[in-house]
């Protein structure tokens, strides 16, 4: 099975541009993909949850909610987020480090929140592994999947590097590879934490060149690293299917 394990229906771009479920469900068919973790950034928690509950609903046996655990003037983001993952059935928790602070005091309630729920935080640190590190050390129970090996679309293998050996030192984090460019780097997380921790994503839909394509790319991207069958199956699917007991 294949699952996209990072897909917006509304992305961090500067138009923050959206996607309906049915582009997404329509991309996925068109690239093979079978399941995508669907959440939305760059809005209020309460909307993004809202989006990614009309698409679940929408498209139950295909996409897979994730909260957006942004810190919130208008209402209580904790309860927000509890009572999606306990009510509506969603899997995970978004942060993004663009629009909050990973600091103790305004992120740590979330992944604690998230230890106590059992489900995943996928972040996006943009980059700062130390900033990283601390909420993996301090929160054991909380598994954190970190986008894009550490940073989006990194050039400098030592950032890559950095993530790699932080998440060789805690057992709850795993490794997101989607907005990878230094491919090789995918094999080597394999390699040196194992499949069952790395989790492929398109970080879709992406109109260039087109939605279907790029994501036909994405997957393209960890097929041609002749991974062992097993690991390329895990990276692919199976090991976020066996994170999120789908
Ligand atoms: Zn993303």
């Known amino acids: 099975m294949i699952i996209d ?17 049915q582009q997404i469900i329509a991309t996925m068919d068109a690239a093979g993909i079978d399941k995508a973790v669907v959440f939305g950034i760059c809005t209020t928690p309460e ?11 929408l498209f139950p046996a ?6 957006y655990g942004l810190p919130s003037y208008t209402g209580d983001v904790l309860r ?16 993004h480090a663009g629009e909050c602070t990973l600091s103790d005091y305004v992120s740590d309630p979330i992944f604690a929140l998230a230890g106590d729920l059992g489900v995943p935080c996928l972040v996006d640190c943009c980059g700062n592994c130390a900033a990283m590190e601390r909420p993996a050390a301090k929160f054991p129970k909380t598994r ?14 030592r950032v890559i590097d950095s ?7 805690h057992a709850n984090v795993l490794l997101d ?11 080597e997380a394999v390699r040196r934490i194992g499949s069952p921790r790395i989790v492929w994503g398109t970080d879709g839909p992406h109109p260039c060149p087109d939605t279907a394509t790029f994501a036909r790319d994405e997957l ?17 699917g199976g090991s976020i299917a066996r994170l999120l007991g789908i």
Request: charged letters at 25%; proline letters at 3%; hydrophobic letters at 50%.
């Open 5 to 21: 394990s990072h897909a917006h229906l509304k992305h961090g771009d500067a138009a923050h541009t959206e996607y309906l479920p």
């Open 80 to 95: 927000m987020v509890e009572r999606a993952v306990r009510e509506y059935g969603f899997k995970g928790i978004k942060i």
């Open 163 to 169: 993530f790699i050996a932080m998440a060789e030192r």
């Open 177 to 187: 590879v989607s907005g990878v460019v230094q491919t090789w780097k995918i094999r």
């Open 47 to 57: 909307r993004a949850i809202e989006m990614a509950r009309a698409a679940a609903e």
């Open 220 to 236: 393209s991207k960890v097929r041609a690293l002749g991974l062992a069958p097993a690991d390329e199956e895990a990276v692919l």
């Open 62 to 67: 295909r996409l897979i909610p994730y909260a």
């Open 144 to 157: 954190i999947i970190v986008a894009h090996l550490g940073l989006y679309l990194a050039t400098d293998v």
